[in-house]
Each structure stands twice: as structure tokens, then as C-alpha cells.
């Protein structure tokens, strides 16, 4: 079983920058993922990148201030998260697709293991 845990989520003033990071303890070949959901709205993909960090993909509006990486070394995925706008608001989650490896998905229904997520806030 492969257990996520997303830390680094906070209060931040528009413009700001803030380092999402997601422990996945244990060796993964897996593509994964960062998903944003807000109040009232369905999970959304932000981020994706394939097993060995080639190959990424981001949703349109956070293409340019986002970047997804990972460290297999360090069992991490990583969203850096810069020039944060208010509509950036949002409970973020990473998570793990354990059928594909080189090209990632951006649908959340794919991806077989997710963390609890943590918020992000920002101040407009």
C-alpha cells in the first residue's frame, strides 16, 4: 500500500510563492500527480509528471508560475507553486497511478492512491 502525505500548504499574499511536497515512503515507478480541490467545486487537475521526471504536463491556468518535479532518491513529488493568485485557493493533493509510469494522466479517476491534502490560501 502506498501511503501519501502532502505537506507545505499555508497562508500566502497574492504574488507569493509556497513548496508543496509529498512523501511517498517506499520505491514507485508510479506517474503522479497534483489535484486542487475548492469549496463546492469537483477535483481539478493542476500538475502531472511521469515516473522519472521527464515528462510533465500542467493545467493551462497554472502553466508558467507552476512546477511539478520529483526525487525518487527521497520518495518526494514536489509542486512549486509561484506568483499565487486568490482563484489558487484550493486543498491540494498528490497522488500516485500505479498502471502508468511514462505518460502521466490528467484525470483524477485514474490515480489509485491519494494523500489527505493540504490548503493553500491566498490573500488577494
Known amino acids: 500500500q502506498v501511503q501519501l502525505v502532502e505537506s507545505g500548504g499555508g497562508l500566502v499574499q497574492a504574488g507569493g510563492s509556497l513548496r508543496l511536497s509529498c512523501a511517498a515512503p517506499?520505491?514507485?515507478?508510479?506517474?503522479m500527480g497534483w489535484f486542487c480541490q475548492a469549496p463546492g467545486k469537483v477535483r481539478e487537475f493542476v500538475a502531472a509528471i511521469n515516473w522519472n521526471g521527464v515528462g510533465s504536463d500542467y493545467e493551462d491556468s497554472v502553466k508558467g508560475r507552476f512546477t511539478i518535479s520529483r526525487d525518487n532518491a527521497a520518495n518526494t513529488l514536489y509542486l512549486q507553486m509561484n506568483n499565487l493568485k486568490f482563484e489558487d485557493t484550493a486543498a491540494y493533493y498528490c497522488?500516485?497511478?500505479?498502471?502508468?509510469?511514462?505518460?502521466?494522466?490528467?484525470?483524477?479517476?485514474?490515480?489509485?492512491?491519494w494523500g489527505q491534502g493540504t490548503q493553500v490560501t491566498v490573500s488577494s
Open positions: 517506499g520505491r514507485t515507478y508510479y506517474a
Open positions: 497522488a500516485a497511478d500505479r498502471a502508468r509510469s511514462s505518460v502521466p494522466s490528467l484525470n483524477a479517476l485514474e490515480y489509485d492512491f
